[in-house]
């Protein structure tokens, strides 16, 4: 095995060793690559939390004048709990060319590719800046990032292009589906079962907006692009719906929680448009011809844009030649390069590992895939060095 994958490896292990799921700290694993920049005599700044729990770090390194590019990867990971591991989740555990461990594959391995690569880069003179933009809280839907984008040209350098290092086997996504979260509350009326005319059952009126939720997908309009996208459609998805206290009563209230995953170009806001429509239209009057204060309320909890790079994006040209690819393709998936984009940074998402991997038990990253990874990396510094 190669020294450099050897010590991408090593480095790796230290990464996985921190449990870094989303509802717990992640700065333990923050001090240890701040420790690690400052070996190599890399200044660092945070962006943490009001509470200080949590905190995205961005660091630079060559000259301090000119954009550069950037390298961004999130710190944490998703839960373990519930999930079948044959091997210790939070110890890297190697079997055939397989590295297991909880956020090998999403996304420790890019970070750990990074951190290798490091010294090798500042081997020589940079003739333009590196950027690494490290953050917390992606997998709960991409909001710590924004805290740190939202200092970019300000108290920190603004990179004039961004690689997102999502695990795409190191093939180039120039374009991705967004996610917009939705609670919908239905206030109905209580009344004994027996009597049911005089009661406004929330949970079947919930049920008539979940079924119209499905006709609001069906009549979407054709998009042209939609097949470049598995599945090829903007789609709705009710991920949990809750109410009633008792059999014999007439239940009061009801909650449901769905989302959107609108293709680029597709507004989340014309589809809530349309489901509120309905409500109004046809749900509420029926209801309020009961009781006047029965209501239907949706309200949006977390809007991801969709991401697309554009024609002649300087990320992808650049992912291009970092990756050694020509052709790019479109994922289902969100990331936080839509946020990137929407702060005025072109980029592109490519990194190690396959998103098959992620989030499941025995999540593994191929060594094979580090090795792409790392050859990337080669790239990289001889860019920086060559301007």
């Not at 459609?233 to 009563?249: D, E, F, Q």
Request: proline share 6%.
């Amino acid at each position: 095995m190669p020294a450099n994958i050897q010590r991408t490896i090593a480095i790796l292990e230290d990464l996985v060793a921190f449990d870094t799921t989303s509802s717990k700290t992640n700065i333990p694993i923050i001090e240890y690559i701040e420790a690690y920049y400052a070996q190599l005599g890399i200044t660092s700044h945070r962006v943490p939390t009001d509470d200080g729990l949590k905190s995205s770090l961005f660091a630079s390194i060559g000259p301090s004048k000119g954009t550069g590019f950037g390298l961004s990867a999130h710190t944490d990971v998703v839960p373990v709990e519930g999930q079948d591991w044959s091997t210790d989740p939070f110890k890297l555990t190697l079997k055939g060319d397989k590295l297991y461990g909880r956020g090998s594959c999403d996304m420790k391995g890019f970070i750990a590719c990074i951190l290798e690569a490091l010294p090798r880069w500042l081997e020589g003179e940079l003739t333009e800046p590196l950027h690494i933009l490290l953050s917390y809280d992606e997998e709960v839907g991409c909001t710590g990032v924004r805290p740190m984008i939202a200092e970019l040209g300000d108290r920190l350098p603004k990179p004039r292009a961004i690689i997102v290092g999502e695990p795409t086997s190191m093939e180039v996504v120039d374009a991705h589906k967004g996610a917009t979260r939705f609670v919908t509350e239905v206030a109905g009326c209580e009344a004994h079962s027996s009597m049911s005319h005089i009661g406004v059952n929330a949970i079947e009126y919930g049920a008539r907006f979940v079924a119209h939720l499905r006709e609001i997908e069906k009549n979407l309009p054709a998009n042209p692009h939609a097949n470049r996208f598995t599945p090829p459609k903007t789609t709705l998805h009710v991920g949990k719906m809750s109410g009633g206290r008792a059999m014999n009563i007439v239940p009061r209230e009801c909650r449901i929680d769905w989302e959107v995953r609108p293709l680029p170009g597709v507004a989340s806001a014309d589809i809530l448009a349309a489901a509120n429509r309905f409500a109004d239209v046809d749900l509420i009057p029926e209801m309020r011809a009961v009781d006047p204060d029965a209501n239907i309320v949706t309200t949006a909890t977390n809007d991801i844009p969709a991401f697309d790079a554009g024609r002649n994006s300087e990320a992808v040209s650049l992912a291009f030649a970092l990756a050694g690819q020509n052709d790019t393709s479109a994922v289902s998936y969100m990331t936080e390069a839509s946020w990137f984009q929407h702060g005025g940074c072109p980029t592109v998402v490519c990194g190690p590992g396959d998103i098959a991997q992620a989030h499941k038990p025995d999540e593994f990253i191929a060594v094979s895939e580090l090795e792409k990874c790392g050859a990337a990396m080669d790239r990289l510094g001889a860019r920086l060095r060559a301007g």
